[in-house]
C-alpha cells in the first residue's frame, strides 16, 4: 500500500488491501446489528415499562424481570458489537491518519463504556426490589424511588456517552472523506449529521432546557440514519479505491 510523504496527512492512494475491506465488511454489519440491538432493547422493555411513575415502573420490573435481564443482555451484546466495530473501523482508517483513527477508536470506546453502566444500573434496579434482607430498613416507596432513580441514571449514562459517539463518528466521516472510500455526499452528511449530535449533547448537558427547546430524539437520528446507510453501503458496495484522495 503506498502511502504519502510523511511531511503530509497520511492518505492512502489507491489500493486497498483485503484485509481493510474484509474489515469494512464487518463494520457495516455492526453498524446495522448495533442499532437493531437497541430498537429491540427499547421498543421491547425501555419504552414499555419504565414510565414516569416510580410505582408503577417498579411494578412493571417485577411483573416482567425476564424481560428487563433481556434488556441487560441486549446491553451486553451492544457493547461486544461496538467493540467489534471499533476494531474494524480502526483497520479500515489506520492507513489515512493513524492518529485520528486511535482517537475515534478511543471516543467509541468510552462510549460503549456507558452501556455497561447502564447494564449495572438495571441489575441495581432489580436489587433494590429483590428480597435482600437489609433493604428492609427503607420502606417500600422508598425502594421504588431509588429503583426508579438506578434506572433513571441509565439515560444520564446514554447522554454522557453520546458527545462521544459523535465525536468518533465525526472522526470517521471526515476520514472516509478525506480518503474518499465512500461518496463524498454521504460522508460530508455523516459530518454534518455526527457534529450536530455533538453540539446536542453538550448544550444538554450544560443547559438541560435545551431539550425542550430541541426534542431529545432529534439530537441522534440524524446520526443514527447516516450509520445506517454508511452500514448498508459498506456491506454491499465495501471501500472505493480513489486515485485521487484529498490532501487538502
Not at 484485509?19 to 437493531?36: C, D, E, H, S, Y
Not at 430498537?39 to 419504552?47: A, E, G, K, L, Q
Not at 474518499?180 to 460522508?187: D, E, G, N, T, V
Not at 455533538?198 to 441522534?220: R, T
Request: glycine share 6%; net charge positive.
Amino acid at each position: 500500500m503506498k502511502i504519502m510523504n510523511s511531511e503530509k496527512p497520511e492518505i492512502v492512494t489507491g489500493v486497498i488491501g483485503q484485509t481493510q475491506q474484509n474489515a469494512a465488511k464487518v463494520a457495516g454489519f455492526t453498524l446495522i446489528f448495533a442499532i437493531a440491538i437497541v430498537v429491540i432493547s427499547n421498543y421491547s422493555v425501555t419504552f414499555r415499562f419504565i414510565v414516569p411513575d416510580a410505582a408503577e415502573t417498579a411494578q412493571n420490573l417485577m411483573a416482567h424481570k425476564a424481560s428487563f435481564r433481556f434488556n441487560v443482555f441486549c446491553n451486553l451484546i451492544y457493547l461486544i458489537t461496538l467493540i467489534i466495530m471499533t476494531t474494524s473501523f480502526y483497520v479500515v482508517l489506520r492507513p489515512v491518519n493513524k492518529n485520528f483513527a486511535l482517537a475515534a477508536a478511543f471516543a467509541r470506546f468510552v462510549y460503549a463504556l456507558m452501556w455497561s453502566l447502564m447494564a449495572i444500573n438495571i441489575f441495581s434496579a432489580m436489587r433494590l426490589l429483590g428480597d435482600t434482607g437489609f433493604l428492609e430498613v427503607f420502606e417500600k416507596g422508598q425502594l421504588q424511588a431509588l429503583s426508579k432513580l438506578h434506572l433513571n441514571n441509565s439515560w444520564d449514562a446514554y447522554y454522557v456517552g453520546l458527545p462521544f459517539w459523535g465525536l468518533a463518528s465525526t472522526v470517521i466521516s471526515y476520514l472516509l472523506f478525506k480518503s474518499r472510500y465512500i461518496p463524498k455526499a454521504l460522508a460530508i452528511f455523516g459530518i454534518i449529521s455526527s457534529a450536530w449530535c455533538v453540539l446536542c449533547a453538550f448544550a444538554y448537558i450544560i443547559f438541560p432546557g435545551y431539550g425542550e427547546i430541541v426534542h431529545l430524539g432529534l439530537f441522534d437520528v440524524p446520526l443514527t440514519i447516516f450509520e445506517v446507510t454508511l452500514g448498508f453501503w459498506l456491506l454491499i458496495k465495501g471501500l472505493q479505491a480513489h486515485p485521487n484522495p484529498i490532501n487538502k
